[in-house]
């Protein structure tokens, strides 16, 4: 598993690796029982402090993500991709209430607003598209 970190980004350093492992538990790249890369090698190859590693480890151990067998290494729990399911729809929910409300403060109409959606839905699905090709030409 790689993750990335992005130095530019405002977002903390542990919540960068946070969501990589969110992401890797949403699309089915890591599983139920799967072990994590040990703190050493995140921090490594991400080029972090092992704390920052260790801290973004206790976070999602605390979401119920992933749970750490004392001399063993951490794990991807049981109920994980559940969870993390949940997560992503109640995250939906905060999002679409945004953005109603921000489409409603801009005076524009639903359909409008739909549209939008429709498009960026069908965007992101010609992107992944493109690189599932480009994937399978490697």
Request: charged share 30%.
């Amino acid at each position: 598993m790689f993750i990335d970190i992005d130095l530019s980004n405002p977002k903390p350093t542990y919540l960068q690796i946070v969501d990589a492992v969110r992401r890797a538990i949403a699309t089915g790249a890591l599983e139920p029982g799967d072990k994590l890369p040990t703190i050493r090698e995140v921090a490594i190859q991400a080029r972090v402090n092992r704390n920052t590693v260790s801290r973004s480890y206790l976070e999602l151990e605390h979401l119920g993500l992933v749970y750490n067998r004392q001399g063993s290494g951490c794990f991807v729990s049981d109920e994980g991709p559940q969870r993390e399911r949940e997560n992503r729809g109640s995250r939906i929910q905060e999002l679409a209430d945004e953005l109603v409300l921000e489409a409603h403060l801009a005076d524009q109409a639903v359909e409008e607003t739909m549209k939008i959606i429709q498009q960026s839905a069908e965007r992101l699905q010609n992107e992944s598209s493109n690189r599932a090709k480009g994937h399978t030409n490697e």
